[in-house]
Structure formats: C-alpha cells, structure tokens
C-alpha cells in the first residue's frame, strides 16, 4: 500500500528539480506580500479593509492579462522550437497589443465604476462612519495603483515570451527585485522613515506601482540589450502587423483560456462579496487569513505545477499508461502531504498570526476561526490543484475548463448568493458550508483521473 503512494529517491529527485524553483520564487513572493500587507494592516483596520476589497478587483485584472498571453504562448513555445523567430516576433506583438488593450479598458473601468465597485462589499452591517472610510482608503489606493496596470501589462508580455523561449532566470531575477523593492518602499512611504512623508495606503500603492516599472525596466531591459540570445526583439516594434491567420489561430485557442481566468477570477471576487455582506469585520478578517493561506499554499501550488510539467513529460515521450497512472499517485499524494502538513502549521499558528495586526480583538477572533477552517480544507484543495494540473497535461483544456471557473459559478457562487441574501447565517457557518463544496470538487476529480481519457500524447 505504502509502495503506491511513496517513491523511491530517484523519484523525488526528479520531483524536487522542478519543484524547488518554483516554491523558492512564489515563497519569496508571497512571503514578501505578507509583510507587505502587515505593515498596512499596521495603519489600521478600515485602511487594510479597503486596501483588501481593491487587491480583489485588481487580482481579476491580473489573471485576465495572464490568460490573454497563454494562448499566444502556446504558439511562441512552438514557434521557438522549430526556430522561427518571425513567429515568435508576431505572437509577442499579439501579447504587446492585446495585453496594452486590457490594460487601458482596467484603467477605463477602474475610473468609471472603481467606487461602485469597492461599495459592493461595503453592504453589510457596520458604522456608515466607517464605510464611509473604508470607500475612501478604497478609492485613494486604487488611484495610484491604475498607474501600475500598464508596466504589469507589458512587464508580462516581456516575461511570458522569455520564459517560453528557454530564457526563465531573467523573469525570475526581475520579479525578486521587484519584490523586494516593494518591501523597502513600503516600509519607507507608508510610515515616512527616512524623512520621506507619512503616505499611508498611497505609500503602499506607490510603492508597488513604482515596482513594476523597475521589473519592467529590467525584464524589458534585459530582452532589447541581449538581441542575440532574443533574436525576435529585433524590428518587433517596426510594425504591429499579425498575419491574419495566424491572428485567428491564436484567438481560438487564447479565447478559453482567457474566459476561464476571468470566470475564476470575478467568482472568487463574487464569493467574497457575498461574505462581506455579513458585516464589516469579514473584510479584515478575509485580508488576513488570506493572507496566511497564501503563504502555507506556496509549496501545494508549486506542486500542482510540478505535475502539470512531469505528467506532461512522460505522456509526450510515451511511456506506458502503467507507468504514468503511479507517477502520478505518487505526486498526488506528496501534494495531499504538503497540504496536511502546511495546514496544520496554520491551524497552530491561527491565534497568534492575527496578533500581528493593528486591528479590534473582534476581527481577530474572527480571522482566527476562519484561518483554522481555511487549514482544514487545505489538503482537499491541494488534491483539487494536483487533480486540475493532471487533467490539463493531457490536453483537457475543455473538461478543466468545466472543473475550474465552471464549477465555481455553477455550485460555489450559487450556494455563497442564496445563503448570504436570503438566511441569517453567520459567516462563520457561510464560510465553512461555502469550503466544503470542494469535497464535491475533490470527488469529480478522482473520478476524471481514474478514467483515464487524459492520458493523451499530444505530439502524435
């Protein structure tokens, strides 16, 4: 029994190699956005709430960037493997163009609709005083942050094409200075250290924006000074010109792509919505155990990743169906592992985390349950993450699209919608029935996964 879920050394070794990058880049990551959002939860709790309901809206925008570059991305991996640096050239204008378009209409509807936006989850019960600060802090943040939409845009046209033609250190190297520039200019702008002014949730949006344009400068950088090994960037920007058919190949792959990460992105902005209709309280505490859960995550998701990429490898080289069904038992179960044991890191860790914020003995509480519910589902939702991946390496792109954004509109936003506008539920049993619905998750998967029918080699 043991033998079916664990691996010999050679196994994990092979694990690891992939692995181990991808949790030390999304663990310095996340790692510094935790104290990033410490340091503004240290201004005070209607500043971090507002902070929190504009990085929601934001966090939709991101994925729509990312997903309308992933299906040109597809044909820039291609296009690099057969040398074609004409190909690579047009996809990379597609990802410039279509990217520099979602860029200016986030900016447009940000401007346009950004306070009624932030008041959709000002609608439970508190003190109008305190919405009413909450919807400032709110407006104030996402002013400043609107100058970030365009670096990140481009700054992810520049990545994406790099990483797809082999060059993955330099995205890498960008983002962990970008980070870290962050930190220090957070800690500098939003307390006024070195006799810079007290900025507040300007300084925190400052600060970010003013790190994108250096991961930008860099990553951008790095692609216009280094020709030779990006043979593509040359005479990119001489014209915009995609050929036709290539222009209509690219968007019926993208198309999905980019309608799933935009489903899956606004659900979850839905779901938060519905359970900030609770009260006012829901929002810090959401910022804050999120927070944490983003950070005991990193390993389980890079995990998820890590299979995607291994499962991928074995079924484009062809070995037996025998072979590929125990490789990937055993990466399920090591991504079930790390969610166990990450998660009960996090339920030991739930009282004092909260401390850490400038915040009322009420949000704390109330992060705290929620923080223990969130360590709880953690090994399911590793398990639904490892099951996703292994169903995109074989080329399932319409059944992961039914298992991803799908499930969440046709179960999750349902049951958060009826629940939250037409019981009295408190939000601690809201959120628990909510996180349960990924058992039902958990169950579609293992059954896809048994059947078999992603066990496909695309390169025949």
Same mark, same amino acid.
């Given at each position: 029994?043991?033998?079916?879920? $664990?691996?010999?050394?050679?196994?994990?070794?092979?694990?690891?190699?992939?692995? %181990?990058?991808?949790?030390?880049?999304?663990?310095?990551?996340?790692?510094?956005?935790?104290?990033?959002?410490?340091?503004?939860?240290?201004?005070?709790?209607?500043?971090?709430?507002?902070?929190?309901?504009?990085?929601?809206?934001?966090?939709?925008?991101?994925?729509?960037?990312?997903?309308?570059?992933?299906?040109?991305?597809?044909?820039?991996?291609?296009?690099?493997?057969?040398?074609?640096?004409?190909?690579?050239?047009?996809?990379?204008?597609?990802? #410039?163009?279509?990217?520099?378009?979602?860029?200016?209409?986030?900016?447009?509807?940000?401007?346009?609709?950004?306070? /009624?936006?932030?008041?959709?989850?000002?609608?439970?019960?508190? /003190?109008?005083?305190?919405?009413?600060?909450?919807? /400032?802090?709110?407006?104030?943040?996402?002013?400043?942050?609107?100058?970030?939409?365009?670096?990140?845009?481009?700054?992810? @046209?520049?990545?994406?094409?790099?990483?797809?033609?082999?060059?993955?250190?330099?995205?890498?190297?960008?983002?962990?200075?970008?980070?870290?520039?962050?930190?220090?200019?957070?800690?500098?702008?939003?307390?006024?250290?070195?006799?810079?002014?007290? !900025?507040?949730?300007?300084?925190?949006?400052?600060?970010?924006?003013?790190?994108?344009?250096?991961?930008?400068?860099?990553?951008?950088?790095?692609?216009?000074?280094?020709?030779?090994?990006?043979?593509?960037?040359?005479?990119?920007?001489?014209?915009?010109?995609?050929?036709?058919?290539?222009?209509?190949?690219?968007?019926?792959?993208?198309?999905?792509?980019? &309608?799933?990460?935009?489903?899956?992105?606004?659900?979850?902005?839905?779901?938060?919505?519905?359970?900030?209709?609770?009260?006012?309280?829901?929002?810090?505490?959401?910022?804050?155990?999120? @927070? $944490?859960?983003?950070?005991?995550?990193?390993? +389980?998701?890079?995990?998820?990743?890590?299979?995607? $990429?291994?499962?991928?490898?074995?079924?484009?080289?062809?070995?037996?169906?025998?072979?590929?069904?125990?490789?990937?038992?055993?990466?399920?179960?090591?991504?079930?592992?790390?969610?166990?044991?990450?998660?009960?890191?996090?339920?030991?860790?739930?009282?004092?985390?909260?401390?850490?914020?400038?915040?009322?003995?009420?949000?704390?509480?109330?992060?705290?349950? !929620?923080?223990? %519910?969130?360590?709880?589902?953690?090994? +399911?939702?590793?398990?639904?993450?490892?099951?996703?991946?292994?169903?995109?390496?074989?080329?399932?792109?319409?059944?992961? #699209?039914?298992?991803?954004?799908?499930?969440?509109?046709?179960?999750?936003?349902? &049951?958060?919608?009826?629940?939250?506008?037409?019981?009295?539920?408190?939000?601690?049993?809201?959120?628990?029935?909510?996180?349960?619905?990924?058992?039902?998750?958990?169950?579609?998967?293992?059954?896809?996964?048994?059947?078999?029918?992603?066990?496909?080699?695309?390169?025949?």
């Amino acid at each position: 029994m043991l033998r079916k879920f $664990i691996g010999d050394r050679a196994f994990y070794r092979r694990v690891l190699l992939v692995a %181990v990058p991808i949790i030390i880049q999304n663990g310095i990551t996340n790692f510094v956005s935790l104290l990033d959002n410490i340091m503004v939860g240290q201004v005070g709790t209607l500043e971090m709430s507002g902070v929190s309901i504009v990085n929601q809206l934001l966090f939709v925008f991101n994925l729509c960037v990312f997903g309308a570059s992933s299906g040109a991305g597809i044909f820039t991996a291609q296009f690099h493997g057969s040398q074609d640096h004409n190909g690579v050239r047009h996809t990379f204008r597609f990802k #410039f163009l279509i990217c520099g378009i979602l860029a200016m209409a986030g900016i447009g509807i940000f401007a346009w609709s950004g306070r /009624d936006l932030i008041g959709l989850y000002l609608t439970g019960e508190g /003190d109008p005083a305190e919405v009413a600060r909450v919807l /400032d802090c709110g407006l104030d943040y996402l002013a400043v942050m609107a100058w970030g939409l365009v670096p990140f845009a481009l700054c992810n @046209t520049y990545s994406s094409t790099l990483r797809e033609t082999g060059q993955t250190l330099v995205p890498m190297a960008g983002g962990i200075a970008a980070v870290f520039i962050n930190l220090i200019l957070n800690y500098i702008l939003i307390f006024g250290h070195f006799g810079a002014p007290a !900025l507040g949730v300007r300084g925190a949006a400052l600060a970010t924006v003013i790190s994108r344009y250096a991961e930008l400068a860099i990553v951008g950088g790095w692609t216009h000074l280094n020709p030779g090994k990006n043979p593509y960037i040359r005479g990119a920007f001489r014209s915009l010109a995609i050929p036709g058919r290539l222009l209509k190949a690219i968007a019926i792959k993208g198309l999905p792509l980019l &309608v799933n990460e935009f489903l899956w992105a606004s659900g979850m902005a839905i779901l938060n919505q519905c359970y900030s209709t609770c009260g006012l309280d829901v929002v810090p505490a959401s910022n804050i155990s999120g @927070t $944490i859960y983003n950070l005991a995550s990193v390993v +389980f998701l890079s995990m998820g990743n890590s299979v995607g $990429i291994l499962m991928g490898q074995m079924l484009g080289a062809g070995q037996p169906e025998s072979e590929i069904r125990d490789s990937n038992t055993k990466l399920i179960a090591l991504s079930v592992t790390s969610g166990v044991v990450f998660g009960g890191l996090m339920a030991l860790v739930s009282g004092l985390f909260p401390m850490l914020y400038n915040t009322t003995d009420a949000v704390r509480a109330l992060a705290t349950q !929620l923080i223990l %519910v969130s360590a709880v589902m953690m090994p +399911f939702n590793s398990y639904t993450n490892a099951a996703y991946f292994t169903l995109r390496s074989g080329g399932q792109t319409l059944v992961t #699209f039914l298992f991803d954004s799908c499930f969440v509109w046709g179960c999750c936003v349902p &049951v958060a919608f009826m629940l939250s506008r037409f019981t009295a539920l408190p939000i601690l049993p809201l959120y628990i029935i909510c996180q349960s619905l990924e058992l039902i998750k958990c169950a579609i998967g293992y059954f896809m996964i048994r059947k078999g029918t992603w066990i496909q080699n695309l390169t025949k």
